[in-house]
C-alpha cells in the first residue's frame, strides 16, 4: 500500500509488521537502495519506521550549556537549614 503525506513529496510505503517480518532484509535493502522510509504497522496502527542511515549522530546533552551556567558560591558546603528528610 502506498500512502502520500503532505511532509514529503514522495509516497512511503506502508507495510504489515507479518509481511515486514517475513521480508526485513529486502525491504532494508530497498530502503538504502531508495532512501524512501517505510512505516510498518501492527494491528493498522503505525508503531514504527524504518528510514534509510543518515551517518549523523545526536548531539550528547553532556556539556550542552557548557560556558551558559555560573555557579555562585559553594554549592558543596553543608547550609545552614536542617532538612525535614534527616529528621
Given at each position: 500500500m502506498l500512502v502520500v503525506t503532505s511532509a514529503q513529496e514522495h509516497p512511503m510505503q506502508i507495510i504489515k509488521a507479518s509481511e515486514?517480518?517475513?521480508k526485513c532484509?529486502?525491504?532494508?535493502d530497498e530502503v538504502a537502495r531508495t532512501g524512501k522510509p517505510v512505516v510498518?504497522?501492527?494491528?493498522g496502527k503505525p508503531v514504527a519506521e524504518v528510514r534509510p542511515y543518515s551517518g549523523k549522530r545526536p548531539k550528547s546533552p553532556i556539556g550542552l550549556h557548557k560556558g551558559?551556567?555560573?555557579i555562585r558560591g559553594d554549592i558543596i558546603a553543608p547550609v545552614d537549614v536542617e532538612w525535614d528528610a534527616l529528621k
Open positions: 515486514f517480518k517475513a532484509l529486502a525491504l532494508m510498518i504497522t501492527k494491528n551558559l551556567i555560573k
